[in-house]
């Protein structure tokens, strides 16, 4: 069977909360970094490219979303996905409708719609307009958000001064009256020369009726919420096995030792990695021990490994730089604070290295740009994503770049900030049991 749906997403945490939710929707999915080289990997449903276009020039955002849809189209997938975030992050220089309009063209197709509605997460459209819980987008902390900073909650008009073509609304009135009614909407919009409809939703099941209203469009833009509808259009055309629950996301059986890297510092991992402390052997990586850089780095890493060697086979081990807030400042005073940054992630991802090299094949890692390190040294080309540990964090089975035949099977869990509750490491290694 070839890849059903192919998803473009413009930042990483975006693209695992898609395909998460593709997952749990009963697609087999795998989410890839960057546009992917090589042909895709057998066995997935949907495929979800994780660029990082939200914030670089528009030009730029075009190229690559541009370069990953030439993939997908290679790869046969039947319809395609732009997933951006569902505060309709934009720049005042846009990429959303730029990037759009760019795929659409591509996909020699004139209409598509815009719904970033999460509902779950208290992402509502009413009347064209976003909420963010109880306030307005324009009114809630995304006003001041330092790269996209949204100044108006109606998307017919953000969007509108993005785009060249005619933005028009499939308005709550239509949304509510079920799949056919928005669907009618959607041609009498193209009648009067929309190429865009904003559409409102306000519960999962408004975003289920517009998944199956979209079943003949070419090309969907929004957040993961709409992801929700989209499978039954492709099981009712016989192209997707219905599959039991949870089956989806069924990874190979876990091998190898357990291992926690964190290099998170928010308020929810100092939590948990006190949490884990009371549980498991752990050792601190000191920043200021680094500050010299070079064969300093390497003396510490030697030493966690050397450390961590004698610790492995009795149980999960915990490294971590993980501090509190003044001790981070303090660091940072020291250090500079890109400095400090870039030399625990160095540290943290040579320290990912010799784990698994030692025979972790179980490895959670706490922090964004820490996981991207991480990820990095460790040659990881995809993701195939497997059961959730909590919202938004999926365990995940490591996919080696095509070609290289060397990684050994490495189950992975990439943890951002503040996602995950006080047990969420142990929780992690009960879900992968
Ligand atoms: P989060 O997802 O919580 O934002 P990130 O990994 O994205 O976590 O960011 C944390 C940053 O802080 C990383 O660059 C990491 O290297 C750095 N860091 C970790 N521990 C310390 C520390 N003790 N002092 C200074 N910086 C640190």
Known sequence: ??????????????????????????????????????????????????????????????????????????AGCKQFYFKYCSTFDSTPCGNIGHVAEALMRALDTDFTIACPAFPANGRTIYKGNLFVGDVPLAESGMRDHPLTPMTDSNLVRVLQQQVQAKVGLADFSVVEKGAAAIAQRFTDLRGQGCHFAVVDAVSNRDLEAIGAACADLKLITGGSGIALGLPQNFRQR?????????????????????AVISGSCSVA??????????????FHVDPLQLAAGGEVVDAVVAQALAWADEHLAQGPV?????????????????????RAGALVEETLAAIAQGLVRLGVGQLIVAGGETSGAVVKALGVAGLRIGPEIDPGVPWTQALPAPGDDGMAPLALALKSGNFGTVDFFSKGWQVLA
């Open 269 to 282: 991992t100092q939590q948990q990695v006190a949490h884990l402390r009371e549980l498991a052997p752990s």
């Open 318 to 338: 915990l490294i971590y730089a993980t501090a509190t807030p003044d001790a981070v400042r303090a660091v940072q005073a020291q250090l500079g604070v890109e």
């Open 238 to 258: 016989g192209q997707l096995a219905p599959s039991p629950a949870g089956q989806a996301g069924r990874l190979p059986p876990p091998t190898g030792l357990r």
């Open 1 to 74: 069977m070839t890849v059903l749906l192919g998803c473009i997403a413009d930042d990483f945490t975006g693209g695992t909360d898609l395909a998460g939710m593709l997952v749990k929707a009963g697609m087999r999915t795998v989410q890839l970094i960057g546009v992917p080289q090589g042909p895709p990997p057998a066995d997935v449903d949907a495929v979800v490219i994780a660029l990082k276009s939200r914030t670089n020039a528009p030009e730029e955002a075009v190229a690559e979303s541009l370069a990953a849809l030439a993939w997908l189209q290679q």
